[in-house]
């Protein structure tokens, strides 16, 4: 994706899928950032937030989740046909 300084469009929380045994299930979890990553008007995910199971991952897992994610979106950072956005000047008071 490319580096967006506004946050204008769409930045989800993004949900964690797990197994039976509360595992992380990789490939669910690889085609729904993928899926999210398609979409026009996202312009970033945030992995670990505030959706409630991140409570249940110890650093290491969270460290993989996070991983994970940039492993599926890092040849959008390189391909898109998005540029970032030029910032509007700051009004004086």
């Excluded at 930045?11 to 990553?37: H, K, M, S």
């Excluded at 969270?62 to 009004?91: G, L």
């Amino acid at each position: 994706m490319a580096k967006n300084n506004r946050w204008e469009n769409i930045f989800p929380a993004i949900c964690i899928p797990f197994n039976d045994d509360y595992t992380l299930d990789e490939g669910e979890f690889r085609n729904y950032v993928q899926w999210l990553a398609s979409m026009d008007l996202i312009d970033g995910l945030v992995c670990n937030g505030h959706t409630g199971e991140i409570t249940s991952l110890n650093r290491k897992e969270r460290r993989h989740v996070t991983e994970v994610m940039c492993d599926e979106v890092a040849w959008r950072r390189s391909s898109t046909q998005r540029m970032p956005r030029k910032p509007e000047p700051m009004e004086s008071s």
